[in-house]
């Protein structure tokens, strides 16, 4: 399994920003699809964006499509999470997923994890 290492979480005020790194080692980074999801207390893990192997083709939940940013560089192993236009509900720990198979929007499909990052907006 790959090794991943979230970072770049924080507390902002809403309408801020911040940008989320994953740091994956141990396998072939470019081999893998990643994505990001993330956990509200008392809430499921739910997802929030994912991108393809080699960059092209991205997806993202209705709740963020157009303030967040999710990219890839294959060269540094990374993958991020630009998160604009924040606000209170984007509250959660942010988690990074790798998935050598399935490109799927279930996390349940997905077979390595990052410990996660907690994101915290206030109002």
């Known amino acids: 399994q790959v090794h991943l290492v979230e970072s770049g979480g924080g507390l902002v005020q809403a309408g801020g920003s911040l940008r989320l790194s994953c740091a994956a080692s141990?396998?072939?980074?470019?081999?893998?699809?990643m994505g990001w999801f993330r956990q509200a207390p008392g809430k499921e893990r739910e997802f929030v964006a994912r991108?393809?192997?080699?960059?092209?083709?991205?997806y993202y939940s209705d709740s963020v499509k157009g303030r967040f940013t999710i990219s890839r560089d294959n060269a540094k192993n990374t993958v991020y999470l630009q998160m604009n236009s924040l606000k209170p509900e984007d509250t959660a720990v942010y988690y990074c997923?790798?998935?050598?198979?399935?490109?799927?929007?279930?996390?349940?499909?997905?077979?390595?994890w990052g410990q996660g990052t907690q994101v915290t907006i206030s109002s």
């Open positions: 997923a790798a998935s050598g198979t399935t490109f799927s929007a279930a996390s349940v499909d997905w077979g390595s």
């Open positions: 141990g396998r072939t980074f470019n081999d893998y699809n």
């Open positions: 991108i393809s192997r080699g960059g092209v083709t991205t």
